[in-house]
């Protein structure tokens, strides 16, 4: 963990989150400027900063974090929904810990 990141610190429960789904892998929360009726982030426990940043030994986690977006499609009732990833500050990367932003709709 890289204790100067916010999201570091939230999967340290320094800095309270409203969590959808936790394992020993990620951490699934609410974030707090939602851009779509559920709005959560996707991410690993292992800080990796970008998706540039993914080594061959952390293929895996990204894998599991797209099965863990369609089980929260299916577990919230979703009716459609977006899962993006912005890499680099150019990219619109705010908090350099890879996350996903899973965008749903329920209706």
């Keep these: 963990m890289d204790m100067n990141c916010l999201f570091c610190k939230i999967l340290d429960k320094q800095i309270p989150a ?15 400027n939602p851009k779509a009726p559920v709005h959560l982030l996707i991410i690993p426990k292992k800080h ?5 940043d993914v080594t ?19 577990k919230l009732g979703l009716k459609g929904m977006r899962l993006i990833n912005n ?19 329920t209706e």
């Design 56 to 74: 061959e030994e952390d293929l895996s986690i990204i894998s599991y974090i797209h099965k863990i977006a369609q089980e929260q499609y299916h």
């Design 48 to 52: 990796i900063a970008t998706m540039m």
């Design 87 to 105: 890499c680099g500050e150019k990219g619109g990367q705010e908090v350099f810990h890879l996350h996903y932003h899973l965008l749903g709709w």
């Design 18 to 32: 409203k969590i959808e789904y936790e394992d020993d892998n990620v951490m699934v929360f609410h974030d707090i």
